[in-house]
């Protein structure tokens, strides 16, 4: 099942795995995210709780282990909640036998080999018809999901697929008639690409240049019930200027990041930037950040202004009356190769946005440097303050047993290579170093 967002793919096939539980005692059955976090969050506590409501499925009808997720059934069919997006989380199914699996939101899984894997968990022994489904809001077509329902080739080895074995449905939003008419109405307002996937429940074509994904941000979303600001030991003002304030210029990018001392995650905290400011306009938002946030820097840009950021930073320090401490970015690589390592970490789970941020999560989403003509300003900032929290704090690896680790540890020293401070002495390199041995 593919197709637009809202359209009821997922609460379909939950539906119909109760279904087969009921009709068929002591029989087991699967729910896959990429995450066992994402599972419990999106169908344990919302997709679930809708449909055993005042029907058939209603709560006396069945038990549920808050711990492991699984919905027990009268006729001891259960349910099961699981992650495979790891080797370790796919692990964990492999000691059980089922007679349904439902991959949802597949293409999240980036690696078919881990679906792959629990194709072998579809093999118990009742009066059941074994069944694989899928859903997903399409997204590329270098995808496994693509390649594999609509190529029909195998994605790893591209051999072709015997005919007959799967069979696709598209289920868009305006097949739904439980929701509310303006979800369309608001996504027809949104970017050409937007409207593809979540209305029209299109597969785009290959981009390679598209540098973020949304799904890597969706993710990874916190709130602030999940972080404390006092939880950051090191916050930061990043700020891609605008060289010049007339009109139609570009804006000011001011995003304010932090991260714990020794943890590898960092939080994007605020947009705060500005449309076309003045210069006194965001000389004044920049120390106001700093002042609100208590941040420990502000991380400046300074390709195009030159000494301007400096003269401005210390115009706020005198206006102020308050130390206000800087490291100056040059950026002397191009903006894709800047981005990319930063876009590696959002990949990677280590780069959270504290709620959502949506001028900013457009550019990043629409980035393509092979056909941007603007310089996106709130992007900037918010890869200046990544890398600048990755470099001079560095992310902590545990060993070279874990993928995620070497994976980071690659980042970081790609990361290292793409941007550099005139505000840093040879002491304080010399320091960094060691972080990157």
Partial sequence: MYGGGRSGKTAHACRLLWLRAQSEPGSHHAIVRNTFKDARQKIGLVTMPKLLGPSMMDRRNYDLNRTDWIWTLPNGSEIWLAGIGTEEEAEKLL??????????????????????????????QNNLKKLRLYDCNPKKKSGWVYTKFFRNLHP?????????????????????PHIDGSYVDIMSESTSANQKRFIKGEFSEDDEGIVFEQEDINNNRVTWKDISIDDLDIIVVAVDPNVKSAKGSDDCGIVIAGRKAGDRHIYIIRDASLIDPKTSAWQRRVAEMYKKYNASYVVAEVNQGGDLVKDVIQNAREEHEMHIAVKSVHARQGKFARADPVS??????????????????????????????????RMDALVYAVTYLTVDNGIQCSGDTDERDQL????????????????????ELIEMDHLFN
């Fill in 95 to 124: 000691g059980a036998e089922f007679s349904t699996i439902f991959y949802n939101e597949c293409n999240q899984v980036k690696d078919y080999k881990l679906v792959e894997k629990t194709y072998s968990r579809l093999a118990e």
């Fill in 156 to 176: 790893i080895t591209k051999k072709e697929l015997k005919p007959g074995r799967r069979a696709t449905i598209q289920m868009n939003p305006d097949h739904n």
């Fill in 344 to 377: 590696d970490l959002y990949q990677l789970g280590f780069v959270h946005h504290i709620g959502e941020f949506g001028l900013l999560e457009e550019q990043m989403r629409e980035f393509n440097p092979d056909t941007a003509t603007k310089s996106p300003d």
């Fill in 408 to 427: 980071s540890e690659t980042t970081k020293k790609e990361v290292k290579m793409l941007t550099y401070t005139d505000v840093f002495t040879d002491s």
